[in-house]
């Protein structure tokens, strides 16, 4: 009983199993980095579903804004840090420098063109910002993407009636 008593008495002075290295890192600097919510909802959508993962991002939009309770940047730095630290990314240190402008970010790979990406890096940014924004102020493409209800009128009217499924219940066949 007495060494019980011990060890109970040493166990504050253990660190805990899970997220101790996560409590114990030290802040990143995100010191040149573009802070902006657009530019970093759209880093971490590059990151999860690379430049073409529009479809992913009013989802990672979704969680980044839940976790961080409303924000954006908040809800990045809690859920995905790795976005920020170019250390932290592995062979892709260049998407912590990803900027609103589109210029080349620092790290880039020599061999890659930057020039035939660009235009895809705007396109998640100029997304990320409608999603952002809401769907009242999304365009219809934008709204749709974003997983808002509204639609365009040709998209929302029902289906012809000779157009619709004639199996109502069970239907088999023989």
Known sequence: MLNTIKWLALLPLVPPISGAKAQQRPATDFTGQD????VVLARVCVKEASFTGFADCPPIASVLLR???GDVVRGAKLYSPRVFDPARLGRRPWI???????SQPEGWPENISWRNHRPSWERMVSLARAVLEGPGEAPDSQRVLAGSTSF???QSSPPHPEKRNPCTGSCWTA
Request: cysteine-free; proline content about 6%.
């Open 35 to 38: 802070m902006t919510p657009a």
């Open 67 to 69: 976790v961080g309770r």
């Open 96 to 102: 912590a420098q990803l900027r609103a402008d589109g």
């Open 152 to 154: 365009t009128s040709a």
